[in-house]
DNA sequence: AGCGTGATTGCATACGGATGCAAAAGCCCT
DNA sequence: AGGGCTTTTGCATCCGTATGCAATCACGCT
């Protein structure tokens, strides 16, 4: 069976003498790109068989495609992925629009979600939305690179926007947040209500009696939900309400002065972890209290600095790499038309995670 | 609302169909796609003009320009980039590849090249490369996706892959990384060496008589570089050498050990920031030194966390922005073949930034 | 040996735009 | 009004693959 390698080859000189890794690469055009024609011309084949030895599945003879394949291996030949989309309409690129990547939670996700997509077969298309502004300034130009499908994580995205992309029968997915109002969206997140549950009930089994509870921004699900969450464990058995106090924004430097403007708590509840440790650093360096022993703190999201020994933050653990793996299940569903028409909505819980802080 | 798009908007009605009769060519396909071909037909023009009326300094009549304009907004029709980078043998992609997304240094990188690339007309194409792998893997993708440039970051490029991507014609830039040996790569990265002369120069000020180094991953240059710098101001002053602490990789964890393990000394200079706040702590909290008063600390990077109030650690700052600036100006030199064959390698300096671990 | 079938292979064309070249318009001047 | 030019347009082709369809091939069976 060794793939006979025609020996006449094309040019007289340089003809196959090996692909030597040593010397530079003959035989090739300076531009580098070999193409399926002049593989196939090569081997005396037509151009669909070079295209077929490369589609699994496709119909082609074994030894055919070993002999091609050995080629395109000596020669360098690797399809060209543009062509390809053109020809087949896909792309293979999933569009992933990030903001808020100073928050430490984001890049963990964007490595995951990156390995996760590579691992499926897509290439990631990196958007970034500088903060406060939404997301729907991507999606042209998302829509001019014809992207399989858009990944929309920490940011928002209009509902304009969200039903414009739906109109072009692509698929989008909201990663940890929620369409707002009646957004026709897929969603993927972690059940944020629940875990604001959790750290209510964490912080009244502590025998808190002045909780509260830091808000990030307004305008995200992921805020308002966890405070949904929290506020209704003490509803529930009639206890008053939790202090209420805004930080306006995810950063350490709000949850600096948030918890400087605390006031007389015992019990901290963060809508996240970067503002959980700004407020932890405020109140033991900035107002001499004691953290646990006379105020509990807990975030959200563990994102690694929770765990350090200058921190001990307990926290929510969100389960990134379940949501990731969801994410790109629901999306190689929908590619494959396999999903039905309605948004799929998906909420994995929240592990609350006991720390020194608590 | 959506533009909506009546069958007969502009022309007198497209029922003459022109072309094709066998197949329907509505404006809009259900697919979303709005050819420029049709809009053409729609306008009574050529393909041709349409595709001039998108192309910045075309020959095309102003008049023309506009109309054709105004139509593919009303139309929503867009250049497809896919079918353009196809034609024009030029994608507009760059290729990121990032390795460590956990050290906090990264993501910065990564949001500011993402827009500065946006912002030049690029768009990012994302590869991550797990831990301890070299970014080779990436380059067979990257070539198939005909992406116009490569930035490596924060991973290794072996002179293998190197060279083979070179030989392609295509540009390939080291960022924050310098070429193994003799690597004929474009490379923009920090001063490392001043800033450990900096690091080295601060503490001898400061009066420290025991320093130290802990080391990074020892593949990466920039744990060598910042090394040689801070030991040559040492010899250079007939001073015995620091003491040396292999800490072996880029973390926090890596850092806290390091610093256990560091002896009797009292002035530590991490290989960058993640390991002097791993080592800061473990000073602190393991060892019970007090800092700065017993032993002064200095990292290097300057990520957002050496500034919280729990640590106030000294640092080298990394000029990313301009890093990140200089970078894109040299693609696009080399991209409109303006630059030399020769590599452009550039060091931007870093500047020491006094905080109270100091 | 002849025929039926399924497996292979080649042909031709589509995908959506970019662009060299020549035809068609304008323009200015004598 | 006609000639010499400069703009504008349209035409035809090309970029590199994928794929429907028809032509071939390889075999097993009667």
Request: include cysteine; charge should be positive; aromatic fraction near 6%.
């Amino acid at each position: 069976m060794a793939a006979r390698t025609p020996p006449e080859a094309a040019g007289a000189g340089t003809a196959s003498a090996g692909t030597d890794p040593g010397s530079d690469a003959p035989a090739v055009l300076p531009g580098g790109a070999v193409t399926a024609r002049a593989l196939a011309r090569r081997l005396g084949v037509s151009q669909s068989m070079i295209s077929r030895a490369f589609s699994p599945g496709a119909s082609i003879a074994p030894a055919m495609r070993a002999r091609i394949l050995a080629a395109a291996e000596a020669l360098g030949y690797r399809p060209n992925f543009i062509a390809a989309s053109l020809s087949r309409r896909r792309s293979s690129l999933v569009g992933l629009v990030m903001g808020e990547l100073s928050n430490p939670f984001y890049p963990a996700v964007l490595e995951q979600f990156s390995q996760a997509l590579q691992a499926a077969g897509f290439q990631t298309l990196l958007f970034t939305v500088p903060p406060g502004q939404e997301a729907d300034a991507a999606l042209p130009l998302l829509r001019q690179y014809h992207v399989d499908a858009v990944v929309v994580t920490s940011a928002s995205l209009s509902s304009a926007g969200a039903a414009h992309w739906r109109g072009d029968g692509r698929s989008a997915l909201l990663f940890n947040r929620a369409g707002d109002g009646p957004t026709p969206l897929d969603s993927i997140a972690c059940d944020n209500v629940g875990g604001g549950r959790l750290a209510a009930e964490a912080l009244l089994a502590r025998g808190r009696q002045r909780p509260a509870f830091v808000a990030g921004r307004a305008d995200t699900s992921t805020s308002r939900e966890r405070e949904a969450g929290f506020f209704a464990v003490f509803a529930e058995r009639g206890l008053a309400p939790p202090r209420r106090i805004e930080a306006g924004e995810y950063s350490y430097a709000a949850g600096h002065r948030a918890a400087l403007a605390a006031g007389d708590t015992d019990g901290l509840f963060f809508a996240n972890d970067i503002l959980a440790l700004g407020g932890l650093d405020a109140l033991r360096h900035g107002r001499g209290r004691r953290v646990p022993e006379e105020v509990s703190v807990i975030g959200f999201d563990d994102i690694p600095m929770a765990a350090w020994p200058a921190y001990e933050l307990a926290t929510l653990r969100q389960p990134v790499a379940a949501m990731v793996a969801a994410s790109v299940a629901l999306l190689r569903a929908r590619l494959s038309g396999q999903a039905g028409p309605e948004p799929h909505r998906q909420r994995l819980p929240a592990e609350l995670l006991r720390r020194a802080s608590l």
